[in-house]
């Protein structure tokens, strides 16, 4: 439980220091820098900036969300192929041992060739299902692993001390705030690893430590650098990744959608085209738990089907292998 709460408090602050995250958790410094150093090492965590520049933006509107059906002897050549794809991010097979889940990175309304020529002419390929993201709800550098008390989740909060009062809720107008030409510089010095040092930044950038320490003290504090902490979430303690295809009353689609993207367990919302209208992913301990949330938190929602397709492993994500 220790490496979990660990790993929670870079989901609030990617930068935070041992010394604070110490004060937060009531541990000892050492403690903190020797376990971020280990499961670094081990290749357990990673702390990057997200590829999506901004939670709900347009980045991830009109990709496509494919359900392949392949043939059994055919699956690890077309997961291979799949997965080599630059602008396929996800790739995952269910339990079934005969389905693909993808997310591919597509033009609005355009005709893929992946989706209208390829994949349908493949021998190896039995059927393809494809959904459009119409609006995106909740990506995964927003979900947070909620094993933190209240009070230090507020003391997370940029320049709040841990015996202040709750900080007042973030407004997300700052996200329509673009970024000059040199915040990108920085930004893109800290993409593969969010926690480099400033000094370190600064001798990659050319720019003087002053200007880089302020840049990134001002990003951070108006929420612009979104950082995600890339877990395998089975170190979490969520051994049950899955996909909940939902089909949603139009009259309750917004309101549901945002109340589910908002629950602990879900880490991607989608609205979708198609008859089932409303993607989550969610990570959960375990069946019983997936069972609960199936027969009472989907419920008196105006959810009228749900298709749930449980995955089996992933062979292309951001985070990495356990």
């Known amino acids: ?9 870079l989901q609030h602050d990617a930068r935070l220091t041992a010394e604070r995250a110490a004060e937060v958790l009531n541990v000892s410094p050492g403690t903190v820098r020797r376990r971020w150093q280990a499961m670094t090492a081990d290749g357990i965590l990673r702390v990057v900036i997200s590829p999506i520049a901004r939670p709900r933006a347009s980045g991830l509107s009109g990709a496509h969300l494919l359900h392949i059906r392949v043939r059994h002897d055919k699956l690890d050549a077309v997961v291979r192929s799949l997965a080599a794809r630059d602008d396929i991010p996800f790739v995952d097979i269910t339990t079934s041992g005969d389905e693909i889940l993808v997310i591919a990175a597509t033009e609005p309304g355009s005709r893929d060739p992946l989706v209208f020529r390829q994949l349908p002419s493949s021998l190896a390929v039995i059927s393809v299902e494809t959904a459009t993201i119409l609006h995106v709800l909740r990506v995964t550098s927003e979900w947070r692993h909620q094993v933190l008390s209240p009070h230090e989740i507020d003391a997370l909060a940029p320049g709040t001390p841990c015996n202040a009062a709750p900080a007042a809720p973030a407004d997300n107008g700052h996200y329509g705030v673009e970024t000059d030409a040199l915040e990108r510089v920085i930004i893109d010095a800290l993409t593969p690893d969010a926690r480099l040092p400033v000094a370190t930044v600064a001798a990659r950038t050319g720019l003087p430590e002053t200007t880089v320490r302020r840049r990134i003290a001002r990003l951070n504090e108006e929420g612009r650098l979104i950082t995600q902490v890339l877990v395998d979430p089975r170190h979490l303690g969520l051994q049950i990744d899955a996909m909940i295809k939902l089909r949603v009353t ?24 198609g008859p089932n209208n409303l993607g989550l992913h969610v990570w959960l301990p375990d069946l019983t738990a997936l069972y609960q949330f199936l027969s009472r938190d989907l419920t008196g929602l105006g959810i009228t089907s749900a298709e749930t397709i449980i995955v089996s492993h992933s062979a292309k994500r951001p985070w990495p292998s356990p």
């Open 250 to 273: 139009l009259d309750h689609l917004d309101r549901t959608g945002r109340l589910l993207a908002e629950h602990p367990a879900v880490h991607g919302a989608f609205v979708t085209s």
């Open 1 to 9: 439980m220790q490496d979990q709460r660990l790993i929670s408090v």
